[in-house]
C-alpha cells in the first residue's frame, strides 16, 4: 500500500518559513519524480516545485527564490523549504509521487498539510 505523508504545516506570519515533509513508503521512492502542489480555496491545484529522480529542480515562477525542494533518497522523504512566505502563499498544501512508463502513469497523492501565512 502506498503513502504519503505530509507534515510541517502551520501558522506563520508574514516573512516566516516553514519546511514541509513528506515521507513516502510503498513505492520505490529514488525512482519516482516528487513534486508538491498547492491548493488555495476556490482555487485550482497548481504545482509549485517538482524534482527529478536525479534531483533536477523545477519551480514555479512566484516561488522562485524563495522555495527549495528537496529529497533524501536514504529516508525516501522529499522536502519544501519555504521562505519569506505572504500571505498568498497560504494553501493546502500536496505532496504528489509520479512516474510515467510505456504503459502507465503511476500517481499517488498525500493527505495534504495546512500552510497559513497570517499576521
Known amino acids: 500500500q502506498v503513502q504519503l505523508v505530509e507534515s510541517g504545516g502551520g501558522l506563520v506570519q508574514p516573512g516566516g518559513s516553514l519546511r514541509l515533509s513528506c515521507a513516502a513508503s510503498?513505492?520505490?521512492?529514488?525512482?519516482?519524480?516528487m513534486r508538491w502542489f498547492r491548493q488555495a480555496p476556490g482555487k485550482q491545484r497548481e504545482l509549485d516545485a517538482h524534482?527529478?529522480?536525479?534531483?533536477?529542480?523545477n519551480y514555479k515562477d512566484s516561488v522562485k527564490g524563495r522555495f527549495t525542494i528537496s529529497r533524501d533518497n536514504a529516508k525516501n522523504t522529499v522536502y519544501l523549504q519555504m521562505n519569506t512566505l505572504k500571505p498568498e502563499d497560504t494553501a493546502v498544501y500536496y505532496c504528489?509521487?509520479?512516474?510515467?512508463?510505456?504503459?502507465?502513469?503511476?500517481?499517488?497523492w498525500g493527505q495534504g498539510t495546512q500552510v497559513t501565512v497570517s499576521s
Open positions: 504528489n509521487a509520479v512516474r510515467f512508463t510505456t504503459s502507465a502513469k503511476h500517481d499517488y
Open positions: 524534482i527529478t529522480s536525479s534531483s533536477s529542480t
Open positions: 510503498g513505492i520505490d521512492f529514488s525512482i519516482y519524480a
